[in-house]
């Protein structure tokens, strides 16, 4: 399983981005697929995740009403809608999957993408 993430750049304070995970070798129609960060010098963090089956979503408080995670119809690629971007939600964002659901601890999650730079400036 391989994941791709993209579409990180650098924006202005109050700009939109929308990260997207593309995964080969495995749909995201089971499990967990979350969406990590971090930031210079930070251990990485928890930012979103969701089941395959759309049955449970959950944010960090940091983000949640910002942050919006989904998945495309086609069931391997998953999204991260950010708008209202803070120059705190600067950092490398990473997509990662797991078959077991409910994830939200890095450390347990089997697969990753290798991340894409988010830069708001003020």
């Known amino acids: 399983v391989q994941l791709q993430a993209s579409g990180g750049g650098l924006v202005q304070k109050g700009d939109s981005l929308r990260l997207s995970c593309v995964s080969s070798g495995r749909t995201f129609d089971r499990g967990t697929v979350a969406w990590f960060r971090q930031a210079p010098g930070q251990e990485r963090e928890f930012v979103a995740a969701?089941?395959?089956?759309?049955?449970?979503?959950f944010y960090t408080d940091s983000v949640r009403g910002r942050f919006t995670i989904s998945r495309d119809s086609a069931p391997n690629t998953v999204f991260l809608q950010m708008i209202s971007l803070k120059p705190e939600d600067t950092a490398v964002y990473y997509c990662?999957?797991?078959?077991?659901?409910?994830?939200?601890?890095?450390?347990?999650?089997?697969?990753w993408g290798q991340g894409t730079e988010v830069t708001v400036s003020s």
């Open positions: 969701m089941t395959g089956r759309g049955d449970w979503i």
């Open positions: 990662a999957a797991d078959r077991r659901e409910r994830m939200v601890v890095a450390g347990r999650f089997d697969h």
